[in-house]
């Protein structure tokens, strides 16, 4: 049997009872997996990572290491709110890596999204191989992947935790325990597993983060501006009280300009485009009809406040045709 293929029978975990016997389930398939040896996992404070952190906590506690890398690709703030939860307010085994210069310069002048991936996702396993030679007895890589991310990986896209694995990875293995989970179940298991709301509810971030919604070859302005106006549409959508009502938000700075003017002067600027989906389970995913005057208000600062930039669009695609992420 194909163990990335969700199995008919598996039922749809969506109550505490269900999820508490995939909790169980997977506690003591990690530990005949890992037995008594060390796990280093990526954690990058996301949905899926959390879950797995806090579930491999439980199962195998202290043979944990969880790292935080920094890759220059995080949203405005995010390894330090990374480094309060975990470190000190859940007392987590944490080491954190500020490797933003080391990524940044292997992804100068790369345009294609899936080298883009390939590359991120390769030094994520090489950041992880050098930290597990520092420590003893790393033996398992662990990994948040989803089923979606299986699915997406056969003639959609590679995903960081599936694609771009590096071929010598010099890991005994891979502990995957919510690879056969939809992003809703992850959810119902992180509330059974006790993790905060905050948390639990947080919305998905891919593994190659801005990476992936800087579109095109990745330029230090065009990263800049993305960060800041992802930051804008965030207090923005908080403050409107749709940060629980829509499933995931964010901006998207592609590699192109356009024809603006600021002062009574003509510029070249960046655009950026909105991106607001619905979803249940990420396979499909509809765009939300956000109220005019907080688009408005969104594009009012970020125009303002956000260098380099002279539009603002909202980009009304479902998924499908369109995928959530812009590559």
């Given at each position: 049997?194909d163990?990335?293929?969700?199995?008919e029978?598996?039922?749809?975990?969506?109550?505490?009872?269900?999820?508490?016997a995939?909790?169980?389930?997977?506690v003591a398939?990690?530990?005949?997996q890992?037995?008594?040896?060390?796990?280093?996992?990526?954690?990058s404070?996301?949905?899926?990572s959390?879950?797995?952190?806090?579930?491999?906590?439980?199962?195998?506690?202290?043979?944990?290491?969880?790292?935080?890398?920094?890759h220059?690709?995080m949203?405005?703030?995010?390894?330090?709110?990374?480094?309060?939860?975990?470190?000190?307010?859940?007392d987590?085994?944490l080491?954190?890596?500020?490797a933003?210069?080391?990524?940044?310069?292997?992804?100068?002048n790369v345009?294609?999204?899936?080298t883009?991936?390939?590359?991120?996702?390769?030094e994520?396993?090489?950041?992880?191989e050098?930290?597990?030679?520092?420590?003893?007895?790393?033996s398992?890589?662990?990994?948040?992947t989803?089923?979606?991310?299986?699915?997406?990986?056969?003639?959609?896209?590679?995903?960081?935790?599936v694609?771009?694995?590096?071929?010598?990875?010099?890991?005994e293995g891979l502990?995957?325990?919510?690879?056969?989970?939809?992003?809703?179940?992850?959810?119902?298991?992180?509330r059974?597993?006790?993790?905060?709301a905050?948390?639990?509810?947080?919305?998905?971030f891919?593994?190659?983060?801005l990476?992936?919604r800087?579109?095109?070859a990745?330029?230090?302005d065009?990263?800049?501006?993305?960060?800041?106006?992802?930051?804008?549409l965030?207090?923005e959508?908080?403050?409107?009280?749709?940060?629980?009502?829509?499933?995931q938000?964010?901006?998207?700075?592609?590699?192109?300009?356009?024809?603006?003017?600021?002062e009574?002067?003509?510029?070249?600027?960046?655009?950026?485009?909105?991106r607001?989906?619905?979803?249940?389970d990420?396979?499909t995913?509809?765009?939300?009809?956000?109220?005019?005057a907080?688009l408005?208000?969104?594009?009012?600062?970020?125009?303002?406040?956000?260098?380099?930039?002279?539009?603002?669009?909202?980009?009304?695609?479902?998924?499908?045709?369109?995928?959530?992420?812009w590559?």
């Amino acid at each position: 049997m194909d163990s990335n293929k969700r199995p008919e029978t598996m039922l749809r975990i969506n109550t505490k009872e269900l999820a508490d016997a995939f909790i169980a389930e997977q506690v003591a398939a990690v530990r005949e997996q890992v037995g008594d040896k060390k796990v280093l996992l990526a954690l990058s404070g996301g949905v899926d990572s959390s879950v797995v952190a806090a579930l491999l906590i439980k199962a195998i506690g202290k043979q944990l290491v969880c790292v935080h890398v920094n890759h220059g690709l995080m949203r405005k703030g995010e390894s330090e709110q990374v480094i309060e939860v975990f470190h000190d307010g859940l007392d987590a085994n944490l080491i954190y890596i500020d490797a933003t210069e080391r990524f940044l310069t292997k992804l100068e002048n790369v345009s294609d999204p899936e080298t883009k991936r390939k590359i991120i996702g390769g030094e994520f396993i090489r950041v992880f191989e050098e930290e597990a030679r520092k420590l003893e007895g790393i033996s398992f890589l662990a990994q948040g992947t989803i089923y979606p991310d299986i699915v997406e990986s056969h003639g959609v896209k590679a995903h960081h935790n599936v694609g771009g694995l590096p071929e010598d990875m010099h890991f005994e293995g891979l502990v995957e325990p919510i690879k056969l989970l939809y992003k809703d179940e992850v959810r119902v298991v992180g509330r059974a597993l006790g993790l905060p709301a905050g948390m639990v509810d947080r919305q998905p971030f891919p593994g190659p983060g801005l990476g992936v919604r800087c579109t095109g070859a990745i330029t230090r302005d065009r990263l800049a501006a993305l960060r800041e106006s992802d930051a804008i549409l965030r207090e923005e959508f908080d403050r409107a009280s749709l940060t629980g009502k829509v499933w995931q938000f964010f901006t998207v700075v592609p590699d192109f300009r356009s024809t603006g003017v600021r002062e009574g002067k003509r510029v070249f600027d960046w655009p950026v485009i909105i991106r607001a989906v619905n979803t249940v389970d990420a396979m499909t995913a509809t765009v939300p009809e956000i109220d005019w005057a907080v688009l408005k208000r969104i594009t009012q600062r970020i125009l303002a406040e956000v260098p380099g930039v002279c539009r603002v669009l909202y980009d009304l695609s479902p998924k499908a045709p369109a995928t959530i992420e812009w590559e």
